[in-house]
């Protein structure tokens, strides 16, 4: 049944609310979406993740949806939807929706009749508890939630207290009760019979909870608890269940975003000789810099070992998206100097490795992160840090400085589509700061001039698709491990191979072919600087130069 034809796809990510505003309202939108689709096809992209377009209170930016199977008021209606779809189809390009279903908004129709009593037939759907203590006014367990602060809520209404991982408008569907799993099924189907080509799974490894919720042991752990909920004991069953009803009856791509799992752990869950996930974002070189500078080698030996993954397990690629600071100034310098050769630098590597690729929505125009004063912070996570900063003065400074460099609002900045006001986003002021740097920085400029971002990205993915097969099969090899300034590896498939020379640097960077590769057979693919035939075959690579080789 399925074609895997997300393993010759490079996939990009529409955050609806800052992409393209249609109706001049402030705020991005479905018919923005349609605006752009030449400019999608254009690039060469073979699918899009669209983040949730659902009804949503928007507590999370429609990480909280109130009904699954209408369209946002703010974002269009279902017909503009159906064209939008139609229009990715006629183009060529597939739509992947976000399926958020670990947890709902609690505005949704079943959370309003579970809150109203104790024996209401949707109470099951969600967790409900007792609390601890004397008068029952401490939470059930000392579990945090990923937003700050306990991971329950209490509810006045039947006194007993609710479960949230994430905010408290964002209570956790009870997947135990088989009646939400069966929900859940019937929302995919739904989508499907709509002519959707797959889901991208909000924080799926949290779906299933250990039975007894037993306290978190590690009290110095942000997310504590988390043992108890992250690929809890019943996960693969009830992934199993959704996968045999639902996603495997189409020839769907079912990426997991997987908070919270190791290397051990993803080959078990994206392996497609099991009915689980098709494939996963992993976190763990996203942590890299997490606390502390980025080191280059560090996040070499992450990306590595999902590299060599066993055949049957296939990865994805990303270093953007709307929960992440931009690769600019997260990984290369954000001067105007060196911010193109920075990003398709990044690009290149991304492009060049196992796995589905992935482009957030600016990245193929080099956006960079952007500088917000305390009150331009939107994201409600953002929004909680300085609520709690506020009450510990003597740690704000330093925390907002820290918040500045890891904001989830860093990538929600409005997309930099021209020099016009707003950048071209929309034509009234954006419900989020637009970029100052957008003068410089936006899609007509940069396709304008010499050297574009996006016609690099363009190009790069038609030639990606020359060499699919040889990053898909061929034999991994690294070379300079403990470099922090290159990134150099290959792929070998019998006698061909993809050569990759990555400079994360600002200094010219020789490489010594003897340790290396030998290209003499082969050809440049790719290069992100002007070269001459002279200098094809010698490795000295000038700031973040990265070059690709290849024999067919
Ligand atoms: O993110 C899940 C998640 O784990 C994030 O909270 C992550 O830890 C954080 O963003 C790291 O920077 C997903 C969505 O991508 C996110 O936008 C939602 O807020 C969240 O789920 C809840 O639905
Ligand atoms: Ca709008």
């Known amino acids: 049944m399925k074609s895997r034809w997300y393993k010759d796809a490079v996939i990009y990510q529409i955050y609806p609310r800052s992409f393209c505003d249609g109706n001049g309202d402030g705020v991005g939108d479905i018919r923005g ?27 999370d930016n429609g990480y909280d949806i109130s009904d699954y199977r ?16 139609d229009g990715m189809h006629a183009r060529g390009i597939k739509l992947i929706m976000d399926l958020v279903v670990n947890h709902s908004s609690d505005e949704h129709e079943w959370f309003k009749q579970s ?6 037939p949707y109470r099951d759907y969600y967790f409900w508890r007792k609390g601890r203590g004397k008068d029952g006014k401490k939470p059930p367990n000392n579990w945090r939630g990923n937003f700050l602060g306990s991971a329950w809520d209490y509810d006045e209404t039947t006194g007993e207290w609710y479960m949230h991982l994430f905010s408290k408008k964002q209570p956790d569907l009870h997947w135990d009760n088989p009646k939400v799993r069966q929900e859940v099924i019937d929302i995919c189907n739904y989508w499907f019979d709509k002519g959707v080509d797959g ?14 919720l037993k306290d978190g042991k590690n009290p110095f752990n942000p997310l504590r608890g988390v043992e108890n909920y992250c690929l809890g004991e019943n996960w693969e069953k009830y992934i199993a269940e959704v996968n045999r009803e639902s996603w495997s009856k189409y020839d769907s791509l079912i990426v997991g975003e997987c908070a919270g799992i190791n290397y051990e752990q993803a080959k078990q869950i994206a392996d497609e000789t099991k009915p689980v996930l098709d494939t996963l974002f992993n976190f763990e070189h996203m942590f890299v810099d997490f606390v502390g500078k980025f080191k280059l080698s560090r996040f070499k030996k992450i990306v590595a070992r999902y590299q060599r993954m066993p055949s049957t397990v296939w990865t994805s ?81 330093l925390g907002m400085k820290i918040l500045s460099k890891k904001a989830r609002d860093n990538a929600r900045t409005p997309m930099q589509w021209s020099g016009e006001k707003y950048a071209g986003f929309s034509t009234a002021e954006p419900w989020m700061k637009v970029n100052p740097n957008y003068v410089d920085v936006n899609a007509e400029k940069d396709r304008a001039s ?27 090899q690294e070379y300079y491990e403990k470099s922090n300034q290159v990134w150099v ?14 400079n994360y640097g600002k200094e010219l960077v020789e490489i010594d072919d003897r340790y290396t590769m030998d290209t003499t057979d082969a050809e440049l693919l790719v290069c992100n600087y002007k070269y001459c035939e002279a200098n094809v075959h010698i490795h000295t690579l000038r700031p973040y130069e990265a070059r690709v080789y290849v024999k067919k």
């Open 317 to 397: 690629n990303y270093l953007e998206n709307h929960d992440q600071p931009r690769c600019i100034p997260r990984y290369v310098d954000g001067d105007e100097e060196y911010r193109k050769y920075g990003a398709t630098m990044l690009a290149t590597v991304n492009m060049m490795l196992r796995g589905t690729p992935y482009i957030y929505q600016g990245q193929e125009i080099g956006m960079t992160s952007c500088p917000l004063e305390e009150d331009e912070y939107k994201d409600i996570m953002s929004v909680n840090v300085i609520k709690m900063l506020n009450k510990h003065k003597i740690i704000k400074k």
């Open 33 to 59: 979406i349609i605006s752009k689709l030449d400019y999608l096809q254009d690039l060469g992209v073979n699918a899009v993740w669209l983040s949730p377009c659902y009804k949503s209170p928007n507590d």
């Open 450 to 476: 010499e050297f574009s971002v996006f016609e690099y990205y363009k190009d790069l993915i038609a030639k990606r698709k020359q060499v699919s097969h040889i990053l898909a099969d061929g034999e991994w």
């Open 199 to 212: 889901f991208r799974c909000d924080v799926i490894t949290y779906i299933s909870k250990n039975q007894g």
């Open 115 to 120: 809150r109203s009593s104790k024996d209401n």
């Open 489 to 502: 590896f290959s792929r070998k498939l019998g006698d061909a191979y993809v050569y990759v020379e990555a």
């Open 70 to 85: 209408d369209i946002m008021d703010e974002f269009g209606t279902l017909d503009d939807w159906q064209e939008m779809i």
